[in-house]
Each structure stands twice: as C-alpha cells, then as structure tokens.
C-alpha cells in the first residue's frame, strides 16, 4: 500500500518536471506537498482549510524570488489574500493527495478537495473540478478501470455542473472513437481551464490506460496548462500501475525526490488512521 502513495506522489512531481525546460517542478508539485502535510494532521476539513492557507502563505514568503512560482507566491504571501474569483487549473492538481487520503471515504474526499480548492478560488466550477480530479486519484488508487471513470465522474457532477459534465462525456466519447489529441484539442479549447485540466488529464489516462509513458508524453502536449495535466495524469497512473511503471531515468533525475518520498510516506501514515465508509 506505501507503495501506492509513493508511486501517485512521485507521479505527480514526474509530470509536472517534464513540462519544464529546467526539469524541475513547479507550483503544482510544491503546493501538492502542502496539502499532503496538512492532511496528515488528520483535523476537521474547516481546521484543515485553515492550516492549509497558513502554510500557503508561510510558502509565498519563501518562493517570491523564485521565477517558476514568484506570481502565485508573491499573491499566498500577502497578509490579506482573500480566494481568487478567477484562478488556473493549479488547484486541480492540488487535490490529488486527497483522494489518496481518503482513498475508503468519497464523502470525505469530496469535502476536503472543496476545502483545498476553496482557498485557491471562488469560482465553483473550478471548485467542482478540483473534486473531480481528487475523485480520479481514487478510483486510480482503488484500481477502478480507467474506462469507468468518465462514467462514474459523470455521475458525480450531475447536476452540479453541466459544462464538467458535458466535457467528461464528450471526452470519453472522443477516447472510445479515436484517441486523436488534435481533435481533442480543438475540443478542450471550448472550456475554461480547471475543465479543461480535468478533461485533458481524463483524455490522456483513458488513451493510455496502461502506459504512464505514453499518456504522460500526450499530457505534455496539450495546449493548456499542460503541467497541471500531467501532474494529475502522473499522480492517477502512478497510483494506479504502482513504481515499476514510472521509468528509472525519470525517478532518478527528478528533484529532491526524496521529500517526495517522505510526504508520500507521511500521507500513508495519516491515512491509516481515517475511517472507511
């Protein structure tokens, strides 16, 4: 099971490096290991929210001189930062390590990824998306196949978000039909960004349902942010098909990987002690 969580946030920092020109992460990555510290203190989702918005700002402080994150950190870093009414897709990849925590638990999955993505923005449908993406790093861990998630997303959103849910049916569809990225492209063009993410991360690990590689070399590709994508695309197979398929070459390069590691095993540790439902 450790191995799990290791392979889902080894995964995750994987994608996010390979869409940077220095190879290294990203936001998306560091952000990522906010909430899976947060999480591992096992508190209620409004604590949790608090904690979580404490350590973003703590972070801001640190990284406002650093080119890859100097926008969003100089932004958690101000001492009256309220959520954005507009934000990226970076809280989508965020959420990940809350479907691994609550892998047993889909009530709680879905309460401390609005918790996650709350502090990020105040968009809704960003927020629902930031849920679906959690959701999918559950059905990923639990070894639901790949081909049920648009089906069982779709079901969650219902009602909730039609725009989501259109964009998970149409990719779906678009996988089934033909797997071809340009098309998809032209598609994905037509949503906001956290759809957007949601979708293409869907789009790659359906196409690909069983080669990281692969479906980590389409994330790349797409035209919109592409290194949110990855990061819930490596995170979902990584979960999903365990260390061994993460390549060598991409492990052994990777940066700090073994603070990776560590959160990955912390997370293990909180997780064990969260209730099944």
């Known amino acids: 099971m450790l191995e799990k969580f290791q392979a889902a946030m080894l ?24 909430v899976s510290r947060c999480l591992s203190l096992n508190t209620s989702s409004e604590e949790y929210e608090k904690y979580f ?7 801001g402080k640190t990284q406002e001189k650093d080119s890859r994150n100097a926008d969003l950190a100089t932004y958690f870093a101000a001492e009256s930062a309220s959520p954005l009414e507009n934000d990226s897709t970076c809280q989508v990849a965020f959420s990940m390590p809350v479907g691994f925590y609550f892998h047993k638990n889909i009530p ?13 923005t105040n968009e809704s449908s960003s927020q629902c998306c930031a849920v679906a993406s959690a959701l999918m790093g559950l059905y990923a861990f639990l070894d639901v196949p790949v081909g049920l998630w648009g089906n069982e997303l779709t079901s969650f959103v219902k009602g909730i978000d039609n ?4 964009g998970i049916q149409a990719t779906t569809l678009l996988c089934a039909k033909h797997k071809k990225i340009d098309d998809f492209n032209k598609y994905l063009s037509g949503f906001n ?3 957007a993410t949601v979708c293409g991360a869907l789009f790659c690990c359906m196409s690909y349902p069983n080669s990281i590689d ?3 070399e389409t994330a790349v590709k797409m ?24 390549s060598e070459e991409k492990i052994t390069h990777l940066e700090n990987k073994q603070l990776v590691l560590d959160a990955a095993t912390e997370l293990f540790s909180g997780s064990k002690t969260t209730e099944a439902v």
């Open 11 to 34: 995964g995750l920092a994987v994608g996010d490096s390979m869409c940077r020109t220095d190879g290294k992460w990203s936001e998306e990555t560091q952000i990522a290991l906010i």
């Open 53 to 59: 918005s404490m350590e973003l700002a703590e972070w």
């Open 108 to 120: 709680k999955t879905i309460d401390f990824a609005r918790s996650t993505a709350a502090v990020i």
């Open 163 to 166: 725009d989501l849910m259109e």
């Open 193 to 195: 960004p956290a759809i």
């Open 214 to 216: 692969k479906a980590l």
């Open 223 to 246: 035209p919109i942010d592409n290194d949110a994508i990855a990061s819930v695309v490596g995170s979902c197979m990584g979960a999903k098909m365990g260390l061994k398929a993460i």
